[in-house]
Nanobody, 124 residues
Framework: QVQLVESGGGLVQAGGSLRLSCAAS????????MGWFRQAPGKERDFVAA????????YYADSVKGRFAISRDNAKNTVYLQMNSLKPEDTAVYYC?????????????????WGQGTQVTVSS
């Protein structure tokens, strides 16, 4: 089992920045592939970004390319999501996810473990 705890959400004005963190604990001796998803009210949970086990490969949704950056520190069992140039449409609950699959996936069903989510609100 892997437990994930997100932090760093909050309220920010459009154009601002936030950095989300996700701390993993439990069965983390095999660093999992990690991802970030988000879910706005009344909408499905959408893929945002994912990073490979070693941190050498990353994959982004088109809507966040060039604005968001995913990174990880395996020594700290933590993955980050740096969010710049935030827009009101980025408002959502952001979820951290993990999987022991070797490939980087963008589908929710490809991930086995989920955090409780952190709210990000971008005001116009």
């Amino acid at each position: 089992q892997v437990q994930l705890v997100e932090s760093g959400g909050g309220l920010v004005q459009a154009g601002g920045s936030l950095r989300l963190s996700c701390a993993a604990s439990g069965r983390t001796f095999i660093s999992p592939t990690m991802g970030w998803f988000r879910q706005a009210p009344g909408k499905e949970r959408d893929f945002v970004a994912a990073i490979s086990r070693g941190g050498t490969s990353a994959y982004y949704a088109d809507s966040v390319k060039g604005r968001f950056a995913i990174s990880r520190d395996n020594a700290k069992n933590t993955v980050y999501l740096q969010m710049n140039s935030l827009k009101p449409e980025d408002t959502a609950v952001y979820y951290c996810a993990a999987t022991n699959r070797r490939t980087i996936g963008s589908l929710t069903e490809e991930y086995d473990y989920w955090g409780q989510g952190t709210q990000v609100t971008v005001s116009s």
